[in-house]
């Protein structure tokens, strides 16, 4: 189904059913929207799974127990065991024995959408966010537009958010159990000299665990296609002769995203 077609239906299903408008509840929460209703709807129509499965794949935050999660960071650190000795003072960290960290977000899923690789264990979890790319097309300006409102910041809310934000289920540190159960050469020491060999390493056991978990998603074996459009395969790269991005643009973009006053605004 082409995208045009599918708002086309909800615009149709909003005017024809009020049950499809997005209202508030007692409680003055916000509801489904009509993209929610009318995917559920469709997915059961053209798939023939049940509602609870459907239910659950729209509503992934509700599982989660935490509003509009829709995964988790985290890191997690590898042994070097073979480290050279003149390095062994920048990879040890906490453990006391060398290590490199793997950033990683997973979803509710276990599939592993970004993982970042290599920084020595002397890092903390704030150091590696520092250096990973995870913002790096938000910097540069290519990442979607999104609209969000943001509350005055309230110091009980920070608490409370805190707090229930440190109780939900983090699905990467699952996703981490995972992978060094399935393949047991990241679960134990890694015997090799060159970085390098470890970065292909840890890239191929990543891959290879998302394939798992994408071969494992429907249990009743129904491929799912989900590419509504079809793209051909080869796509011309377009020629751009603007000026490249000036590296100050860059940098002020780090900036903002590290503000500290709009986090604490998020949060609230």
């Not at 499809?20 to 009509?34: D, E, H, P, V």
């Not at 993982?115 to 995870?134: K, M, Q, R």
């Not at 390493?201 to 665990?209: G, V």
Request: contains cysteine; glycine residues 4%.
């Amino acid at each position: 189904m082409s995208r045009p077609l599918f708002f086309r239906l909800q615009s149709a299903l909003e005017a024809h059913d009020p049950y499809f408008i997005q209202k508030r509840n007692a409680a003055r929460t916000l509801g489904l929207s009509s993209l929610q209703k009318m995917t559920a709807a469709l997915r059961i129509l053209a798939y023939g799974v049940a509602a609870d499965s459907t239910d659950e794949l729209l509503a992934v935050n509700e599982k989660r127990g935490f509003p509009g999660m829709l995964g988790s960071i985290d890191c997690m650190h590898w042994k070097w065991k073979n480290c050279p000795t003149a390095w062994k003072g920048q990879y040890i960290g906490h453990s006391r024995e060398p290590t490199l960290i793997l950033e990683a977000v997973a979803s509710y899923d276990r599939w592993i959408w970004h993982a970042f690789f290599g920084l020595p264990g002397s890092h903390n979890d704030i150091n590696v966010l520092e250096h990973s790319s995870i913002f790096t097309e938000l910097a540069q300006g290519h990442a979607p537009p999104v609209n969000y409102s943001i509350n005055a910041p309230l110091e009980a809310k920070k608490k409370h958010f805190a707090r229930v934000q440190e109780a939900c289920r983090k699905d990467v540190e699952c996703a981490f159990g995972i992978l060094q159960a399935r393949f047991s050469i990241v679960h134990g020491p890694a015997h090799f000299w060159d970085e390098a060999t470890l970065n292909d390493i840890m890239k191929a056991c990543i891959i290879l665990h998302n394939m798992i978990i994408e071969d494992e998603r429907d249990p009743n074996g129904v491929q799912q296609d989900d590419d509504y459009e079809q793209v051909p395969e080869s796509i011309p790269t377009p020629v751009s002769r603007e000026p490249t991005i000036e590296v100050q643009n860059v940098i002020q973009s780090h900036i903002r995203i590290r503000d500290r006053e709009t986090h604490s605004q998020l949060q609230a």
